[in-house]
Nanobody, 122 residues
């Protein structure tokens, strides 16, 4: 099993930036994909960004492309930086991991999830 713990959420003004961190523990040697999702009651769950832990492959949703960076998985930690925040970025942000690829265009759900961290942009 893999355990994930997110940190770094909070309240941010529009135009500001946030940096979320995801710390993994347990069988981290088995993880091939890590991802950030966000969720609101109105839009449901949205995939934000993914990274392949064995190489420099990252993918981003169109709504954050160009203003977001997902860090390479290093020392069992992965970060997400989002700049130019807008109120629509308000959501619960969740870290996820899986032992299988592909990381972005998947048929199955990610297997491991963190508890989430709230981001409010206002």
């Amino acid at each position: 099993h893999v355990q994930l713990v997110e940190s770094g959420g909070g309240s941010v003004q529009p135009g500001g930036s946030l940096r979320l961190s995801c710390a993994a523990s347990g069988r981290t040697d088995t993880v091939k994909c890590m991802a950030w999702f966000r969720q609101t009651p109105e839009k449901g769950r949205q995939k934000v960004a993914t990274t392949y832990t064995r190489g420099p492959i990252t993918e981003y949703a169109d709504f954050v492309k160009g203003r977001s960076t997902i860090s390479h998985y290093t020392n069992n930690t992965m970060n997400l930086q989002v700049d130019e925040l807008i109120p629509d970025d308000t959501a619960g942000y969740y870290c996820a991991a899986d032992t299988k690829t592909p990381c972005w265009n998947r048929v199955s759900e990610y297997k491991y999830w963190g508890q989430g961290t709230q981001v409010t942009v206002s």
